[in-house]
């Protein structure tokens, strides 16, 4: 059988380019806390993320995740993040129903920032949706 030569494609790469984040001195701390997991992003003043972290970028798995003592670390970490970045005061904004909401902005104020503010943002329904049953234990 003849071998039959297939043209090469002309294979263009692309690579993407990051966003640039203008970073002044002062932002907000997003803590969205779950039941199983909290995560911290801390933005500018117009709400685009110069870091982030959770309990489980600093470690903790499974269970773990889940306590005050993890929210506090990971709490910490976003701050250091930050604080390298040139980020000075921070808003705290928290939602969520998770436990570990007042252990997450413990550990923001331990790692340098000077909080400004704290808002709760926890969505409520006003008679909404049925919601979930009670668990036994």
């Given at each position: 059988m003849a071998n039959k030569k297939q043209p090469e494609k002309n294979k263009k790469t692309t690579t993407k380019k990051k966003n640039v984040v203008k970073i002044t001195s002062s932002g907000k701390a997003m803590i969205t806390s779950t039941y199983n997991n909290t995560v911290i992003s801390l933005t500018n003043s117009s709400g685009d993320v110069i870091c982030w972290s959770t309990p489980g970028l600093v470690g903790f798995t499974g269970a773990r995740a889940s306590t005050p003592y993890a929210a506090t670390i990971a709490a910490?970490?976003?701050g250091k993040?930050?604080?390298e970045?040139?980020?000075q005061s921070v808003e705290v904004v928290t939602k969520g129903p998770g436990v570990a909401k007042i252990s997450a902005v413990k550990g923001i104020k331990s790692s340098g920032l000077k909080?400004?503010?704290?808002?709760?943002?926890?969505p409520l329904p006003h008679n909404g949706c049925r919601s979930r049953k009670q668990r036994r234990m």
């Amino acid at each position: 059988m003849a071998n039959k030569k297939q043209p090469e494609k002309n294979k263009k790469t692309t690579t993407k380019k990051k966003n640039v984040v203008k970073i002044t001195s002062s932002g907000k701390a997003m803590i969205t806390s779950t039941y199983n997991n909290t995560v911290i992003s801390l933005t500018n003043s117009s709400g685009d993320v110069i870091c982030w972290s959770t309990p489980g970028l600093v470690g903790f798995t499974g269970a773990r995740a889940s306590t005050p003592y993890a929210a506090t670390i990971a709490a910490e970490d976003a701050g250091k993040k930050a604080l390298e970045k040139g980020l000075q005061s921070v808003e705290v904004v928290t939602k969520g129903p998770g436990v570990a909401k007042i252990s997450a902005v413990k550990g923001i104020k331990s790692s340098g920032l000077k909080i400004s503010s704290i808002k709760d943002v926890t969505p409520l329904p006003h008679n909404g949706c049925r919601s979930r049953k009670q668990r036994r234990m």
